[in-house]
């Protein structure tokens, strides 16, 4: 099973912009979709962005137009540019890789240890 690693979080003002990368063990030519999902304080862990094998993206609203998702396979890697930060961007984000059946359930999926974003204003 692949293992994640997050890197690339800290402290950033309000407008300022972070790189996330997320290491995979293994090659990720083949996973189905991998992602970045992010948890405030006090609230549910949402999706921020997804990216499938074969290059689709998907985004949360709040994000559209000031992060790209992005997959480097020659050194799996799953990048996360996050552009215009706003301190509501606050988390600790986490990379999400799965596999998807026929049925659109998922399966095998791992997580990583998370990586702190601070935006301050």
Not at 23 to 29: L, Q
Not at 30 to 38: E, H, L, N, Q, V
Not at 70 to 81: C, E, G, H, I
Request: with cysteine; proline share 2%.
């Amino acid at each position: 099973q692949v293992q994640l690693v997050e890197s690339g979080g800290g402290l950033v003002q309000a407008g300022g912009s972070l790189r996330l990368s997320c290491a995979a063990s293994r090659s990720i030519f083949s996973i189905s979709a991998m992602g970045w999902y992010r948890q405030a304080p006090g609230k549910q862990r949402e999706l921020v962005a997804a990216m499938t094998s074969g290059g689709r993206t998907n985004y949360v609203d709040s994000v559209k137009g000031r992060f790209t998702i992005s997959r480097d396979n020659a050194k799996n890697t799953v990048y996360l540019q996050m552009n215009s930060l706003k301190p509501e961007d606050t988390a600790v984000y986490y990379c999400n890789a799965h596999e998807v059946a026929g049925t659109g359930d998922r399966y095998l999926e791992v997580w990583g240890q998370g990586t702190l974003v601070t935006v301050s204003s």
